[in-house]
């Protein structure tokens, strides 16, 4: 995982990782950090005007559901 958020800290923008960290911090009960990976991503995609693919986007609102 410390890899993963080093990779990431280093490619805000790259979706595939984001992906990746926020399957493992959903799977480890990590909501928050998933949201906090999400957030970052979508920031970061804002910022060269584009937005999360809906693949990243049904991971946050999937995960939103099942918590309610």
Excluded: C, F, K
Excluded at 18 to 46: E, K, P, W
Aim: no cysteine; hydrophobic share 35%; proline share 4%.
């Amino acid at each position: 995982m410390a890899l993963l958020e080093h990779l990431g800290a280093i490619h805000p923008d790259h979706e595939r990782l984001a992906q990746h960290a926020i399957r493992l911090y959903q799977g480890s009960g990590r909501n928050d950090a998933a949201r906090h990976a999400y957030t970052r991503l979508a920031r970061h995609l804002s910022d060269l005007g584009l937005e999360p693919e809906p693949a990243t986007q049904a991971l946050i609102t999937a995960r939103t559901r099942q918590t309610r």
